[in-house]
C-alpha cells in the first residue's frame, strides 16, 4: 500500500512538472502570438490573483524561497508557495480549454 501511494505521488509530481514545462514554453512565445495571448487570457480567468501572481514570479525565476524573502507578509512560509503552485497547476491541468488549445 505505501509502494502504491509513493508511486502515485511520483507520477502526480512528474505529471505537474512537465505541465509547468509546457506552461513555460507556450508564455514565452512570440510577444504576438495569439496562441499566447489567448493562454493568458484564460489563466486571468482560472487563477486567482494570489495564484497568478506566484506564476508570474515563478515564471521569472523566483524560487519560493525568494518569494517568501521579497513578500513575507503576503506569503510568510515556503510551504504556503509550494501549496499555491501545486494548487494553480492543478487548476490549470484540469481546465479544458486549456486542455484542449494547447494540449496539457
Sequence with gaps: MVVLV???RTL????????????HEHLHAQPGDPEK???WQRIRVILSEEELLILTLDM???KPQDIVK????????????YQIK???LRRL??????????SF
Excluded at 502526480?12 to 506552461?23: E, G, I, N, V, Y
Excluded at 521579497?70 to 508557495?81: A, G, I, M, N, S
Design 60 to 62: 521569472q525565476g523566483y
Design 12 to 23: 502526480r509530481t512528474r505529471k505537474r512538472q512537465r505541465l509547468f514545462a509546457r506552461l
Design 86 to 88: 501545486q494548487n494553480y
Design 93 to 102: 491541468q484540469h481546465d479544458p480549454t486549456i486542455r484542449e488549445l494547447h
Design 70 to 81: 521579497q513578500l513575507p507578509e503576503q506569503f510568510p512560509t515556503v510551504q504556503q508557495v
Design 6 to 8: 509513493v508511486v502515485l
Design 37 to 39: 495571448i489567448a493562454l
